[in-house]
């Protein structure tokens, strides 16, 4: 029963090992437990390092804040930031905790109600204990499953939780190659789907809300669900003409597949690293405006300076959260040019 | 990573955790510590490791096998070297005496 239930705290994909390790020094049930007990900690703490992307946690922790939990309009700004840090460190720990092979929109689905879970126990206990911490209840009406919606999508379109070390073989047969850009082309597919479907979801929603609005609606609120529905058209239009996968030739010998998926790395590389521009600005400058009209109480130099550091803000944690994947990719383009075939 | 040399074929969890504190007697190293620690070290592409296959004594589980890789042995030579300048830069201020028993720490004037 013990073992049982180390193994459930254990991240499975350290356990196998973990586990046989602590079989081995096994002594008697109580030093079992307490030799679980001091090697737990090291392990899920390894395990998060290996597996929370920093920029983009703290770009959901600003998210949940701001967007979520509507930081500004509560009485004091801890009442929104408990429950951000109890979100957060749930989807952390549904990081490191992650299955080797995750389906993907099952895993963002149960990370969406851990972290939804989380957040309403602890409103829970401040109902029963200190009713003052608890959020408004306009935010738990609209903003926490409004939220949730678009948790939804940014869980499942930056898959988090998945770590392979660098791989360092410097041969290969053809099918392994093959196995690995089939793997790739598959990512950035599926990556590309589900960012044009957010295009088509923001572009129908937002344009059905400028339609819907009385016309005694503030000008700056159009004007900012305007600009948001051109910039996701723009960003769908760069989507669907730069960013598709070129599919490399299956007739192609080693060579010429290497040298191929070589160039379909650095383009991807190239890709990302213009992030800010064909992304981050398009999108933001909507968000922006609508950031700026909800501050009403705050002067217009303040609010114009308010928007802007946020933008600022948000800019910069994306572009930090996207670094990982570039360095990744570079190592990969680099190995590649000293690999050879194995026959 | 001298664990890991020193373990040659048989570095795993246990063996690495044994000679690290064989190594840094007296003080204790935590096996969770060592983990983390080779965790790390192949994130950095010093180590690389792989699952061997099931053993009964283990529970019916893997071991977790370790080796250095090249980047791995050169960073362990440079650190070699470089203990081996501070012990000499220790030395000749305090002499042969640092090795044995008999050292004491200098009394401050």
Known sequence: MIARFVRLLVPPAEREHVLGDLAERYESPARYLADALKVLPFVVASRMRRTVNPGLSAFLAFF???GVFWGPQQRHWLVAAIPTLVGVMTLALR???RTLVPRWPHAAAGDVIAAAAAVLILQGVCALVAPGWMLTSESLRVGFPLGLVILFFV?????????????????????????????????????????????????????AALIAMPPSAPTLLKWAIALSICGALFVGAFLFRHARVR???????????????RQ?????????????????????????????????RVAPLARIALAVG?????????????RPMIKKTQTRLEQLASVSERL | ???????????????????????????????????????????????????????PERGGRSKRHYR?????????????????????AVEDVWGAAIWSGKWKPARQK
């Not at chain 1, 410097?170 to 295009?199: D, K, P, Q, S």
């Not at chain 1, 992030?275 to 922006?288: A, C, H, K, N, R």
């Not at chain 2, 040399?5 to 007697?25: F, K, M, N, P, W």
């Not at chain 2, 250095?68 to 000499?88: F, K, M, N």
Request: net charge neutral; with cysteine.
């Open chain 1, 264 to 296: 379909e790395l650095e383009r991807r590389i190239r890709i990302s690293k213009a992030y800010f521009w064909w992304y981050i600005l398009p999108l933001s400058i909507g968000p922006m405006l609508l950031i700026g009209g909800r501050l009403e």
């Open chain 2, 1 to 55: 990573m001298t664990a890991i040399l020193r373990c040659r074929d048989d570095a795993y969890g246990i063996t690495i955790h044994e000679t690290v504190e064989e190594l840094s007697s007296p003080k204790a190293v935590a096996l969770g510590a060592v983990y983390a620690t080779l965790d790390r070290l192949e994130d950095k592409g010093l180590v690389s490791s792989w699952l061997s296959d099931p053993t």
């Open chain 1, 64 to 66: 949940l804040w701001f």
């Open chain 1, 310 to 322: 946020a933008f600022a803000l948000i800019a910069s944690l994306l572009v930090f959260a996207m």
């Open chain 1, 155 to 207: 869980r499942w379109q930056s898959p988090s939780g998945i770590h392979q070390p660098l791989a360092f073989s410097r041969t290969m047969t053809m099918c392994e190659l093959r196995g690995e850009i089939n793997v790739f082309e598959g990512y950035v597919r599926r990556a590309i789907r589900i960012e044009l479907g957010a295009v088509i979801f923001v572009v129908g929603c937002f344009t």
């Open chain 1, 247 to 261: 599919p490399i030739s299956r007739t192609a010998d080693f060579a010429a597949t290497i040298a191929l998926y």
């Open chain 2, 68 to 88: 250095l890789e090249p980047d791995g042995q050169r960073a362990l030579r440079e650190s070699v070297i470089a203990a081996r300048r501070i012990c000499d």
């Open chain 1, 95 to 97: 990081d490191a905790y």
